[in-house]
């Protein structure tokens, strides 16, 4: 039972446009969702973060939207760049019950030049 | 501040041996938790230790094990290995745990089971 999930394996998106990296999530105690990057030979790295209290968080390129009747969220990146081709991961987690981070499959952004 | 680091970072075994693997969390942070990386799936949560103490554990069968030391380093056991063993193996630190803390994580250990 998959209770995080990135439906689109891959992503390719010419350089300077938008990429929209979308989420999925079953669990409805979730409330906190978290954006990790990483880089082949690399441990994951924290980009962005979500609390269920907003529906939006931005830091400077990166953009997360939570929509929480549709159990959905997505992260925008603008302007796309190469050094942002990564596989990304959407996590989601209940802060207050302790709850390890339930992560997706990832999706390979490949931004081309 | 150094990050997470972890030994060794690729490791080949047969199946039917044991392994242990390193995680040295980043200085003054007492979780530690362990994930495992497979193709096509997403990381899955092994287990998280604090203070030296197992506080939480996924569903993973019981060869895989761990402890965490006083220095809050921590190592992970997989006994009798077996083929679909073979994954990125990755640790993340935090002060505190589980939550909205953010989750340092390391490089990984690569094991191939063969």
């Known amino acids: 039972d998959q209770q995080v999930k990135q439906n689109s394996p891959s992503l390719s998106v010419q350089e300077g446009r938008i990429s929209i990296l979308n989420c999925d999530y079953t669990?409805?105690?979730?409330?906190?969702f978290l954006w990790y990057k990483k880089y082949p030979a690399e441990g994951p790295t924290f980009l962005i973060s979500i609390s269920s209290i907003k529906d939006k968080n931005e830091d400077g390129r990166f953009t997360v939207f939570l929509n929480k009747s549709a159990k959905h969220l997505s992260l925008h990146i603008v302007p796309s760049q190469p050094g942002d081709s990564a596989v990304y991961f959407c996590?989601?987690?209940?802060?207050?019950?302790?709850?390890?981070?339930?992560f997706g499959k990832g999706t390979r952004l490949s931004v081309i030049a | 501040k150094a990050g997470v680091t972890q030994t060794p970072r690729y490791l080949i075994k047969t199946r039917g041996q044991q392994v242990t693997l390193s995680c040295s969390p980043i200085s003054g942070h007492r979780s530690v938790s362990w994930y495992q990386q497979t193709p096509g799936q997403g990381l899955q949560f092994l287990f998280e230790?604090?203070?030296?103490?197992?506080?939480n554990k996924g569903n993973f069968p019981g060869r895989f094990s761990g402890r965490q030391f006083s220095n809050s380093r921590s190592e992970m056991n997989v006994s009798t290995l077996e083929l679909g063993d073979s994954a990125l193996y990755l640790c993340?630190?935090?002060?505190?745990?589980?939550?909205?803390?953010?989750?340092?994580f390391g490089p990984g250990t690569r094991l191939l089971v063969l």
């Open positions: 230790y604090f203070s030296e103490t197992q506080r």
């Open positions: 993340a630190s935090s002060f505190m745990g589980l939550g909205q803390e953010t989750q340092y």
């Open positions: 996590a989601a987690t209940r802060p207050s019950g302790n709850t390890p981070l339930v």
């Open positions: 669990n409805s105690m979730f409330d906190y």
